[in-house]
């Protein structure tokens, strides 16, 4: 899978130029099936549990900053409702959200499913659940009981998401939606506090990491 990974890679075109959708699909489909191999035939031991760590932080920082990039700014009504569109459609959540609140695009409504509901993969609150069930995976038998420093950051997050009010974050003043783009600028926060405190303490910084596919324009750069 990894091969077809980096020829499907090597073979895109510089400026991926005619309909990007059947170019791109090879490797989206590729893609999937590593994600598939790696969820069900891999052993589940600690290389699988900082696969899980990176993915659960990667997606909660691609969806803390998709929703500060397309929410934060209050629009006019009928863009408003193209944007929340995308949101959803961008994170998979659109017929879900259909199935559940009909048609109307509310903000309140779209915060709650891509950031409070934990029954949805792709909200960020399900990322931190599974991020903190990782990292206590992670902790050595009969250790000492206090919270290390990513358990900690990785816990004031959860606990700042629960704490969240749609009712707040959903309110504009003067064009934008100052309290949603503050609470979820120190979501961002954390998160990079997570992954450093992870990085320090479980990897060596004196190897040089090894890329295992290069694309095409990092070749002909």
Known sequence: VINDIRDTLSSLDNTLSGAPEETL?????????????????????TGWRFIEIGRRLERS???????????ANEL?????????HALLLSLEVLISYRRRYGTRMEIHSCLNMVMLDIGNPRSLLYQLDQLNQHLASLRKPNSYQEL????????ELE???RLSSLHLLSRAEDGKRKALDAHLEH??????????FISEKYFDHR???QQLVQNVWEMTS
């Open 25 to 45: 699909n090879p490797l989206v489909t590729a893609l999937m099936a590593l994600s598939g191999l790696i969820q069900e035939s891999m052993v589940r031991s």
């Open 61 to 71: 920082q691609q969806t803390t900053t998709i929703i500060r990039h397309l929410l």
């Open 207 to 209: 190897e040089n990491s």
């Open 76 to 84: 006019a009504e009928a863009d408003q409702h193209s944007v929340n």
């Open 159 to 161: 606990t700042h998401i």
């Open 187 to 196: 979501s961002s926060q954390l998160l990079d506090s997570i992954s450093n």
């Open 148 to 155: 290390q420093a990513e358990e900690r950051a990785a816990l």
